[in-house]
C-alpha cells in the first residue's frame, strides 16, 4: 500500500530524465585489497543523469558495479541504492552542482590472497551506503565523486572512492 501511495512521486520525481550507463575508476581503501590488486580498480553502472531542475531535492536510484582481479585474486562488488538527490544552482543552468545520499544492498564476491599462504574468499549479501558529490553538464553528461560504504569481511573492508563519468542515453 506504501509503494502504491509513493508511485505518483517516484514518477514525478524522475519527470524530463535520461538514463544511461556510468564507468568510472575506485580506489578501496583498504590496504591489504590495494596491496593484492592494485590501487584503481574498473567500475561500471546504470543510473538517472539529469537532475529534475523544477525541484529542490528528488529521488534518485543507481547500480554500480566494480571489479579487480590480478594473479589470482579477484574481487567483484555490486551495489543497488536508491537515495535522495539535492540539486544546488538555479533550474536551467547548464552546469548544475548536486549531492546524493542513497543506501540500499550490495553482493561481493572475494577471492584474495592475503599473506603467500592465507586465502580468504566468501560471496556475500550486505548493505551499500553511498554518498556523491558532482556536476550535471547539460541535459545528458554528469561528471560524480563519491565514497560507498560496504561490509567487511574476514578483515577484508570493501568501501572506497571513485570517479565516474555518466552519459545519459534514454529519455523517460
Avoid at 590496504?31 to 538517472?48: E, I, K, M
Avoid at 536508491?82 to 549531492?99: A, E, S
Amino acid at each position: 500500500m506504501a509503494l502504491c501511495a509513493a508511485a505518483p512521486m517516484l514518477a514525478y520525481a524522475q519527470a524530463d530524465s535520461f538514463l544511461g550507463p556510468s564507468v568510472g575508476i575506485f580506489f578501496p581503501t583498504d590496504s591489504t585489497l590495494r596491496d593484492s590488486l592494485g590501487n584503481a580498480w574498473f567500475s561500471f553502472g546504470a543510473s538517472r543523469v539529469k537532475i529534475d531542475p523544477y525541484q529542490k531535492q528528488n529521488i534518485g536510484y543507481d547500480w554500480n558495479a566494480f571489479s579487480k582481479s590480478k594473479d589470482g585474486s579477484k574481487v567483484f562488488m555490486f551495489a543497488g541504492t536508491i537515495g535522495v538527490n539535492m540539486p544546488y544552482g538555479k533550474p536551467g543552468d547548464k552546469t548544475r552542482p548536486y549531492f546524493a545520499v542513497r543506501g540500499g544492498l550490495s553482493y561481493v564476491d572475494y577471492a584474495v590472497d592475503t599473506a603467500p599462504t592465507t586465502r580468504v574468499s566468501g560471496k556475500r549479501l550486505g548493505f551499500n551506503g553511498n554518498a556523491e558529490i558532482g556536476v550535471n553538464v547539460g541535459e545528458r553528461l554528469n561528471i560524480s565523486s563519491r565514497y560507498d560504504l560496504f561490509p567487511s569481511y574476514e578483515g577484508l573492508h570493501f568501501s572506497g572512492f571513485s570517479l565516474a563519468l555518466k552519459w545519459g542515453i534514454t529519455r523517460f
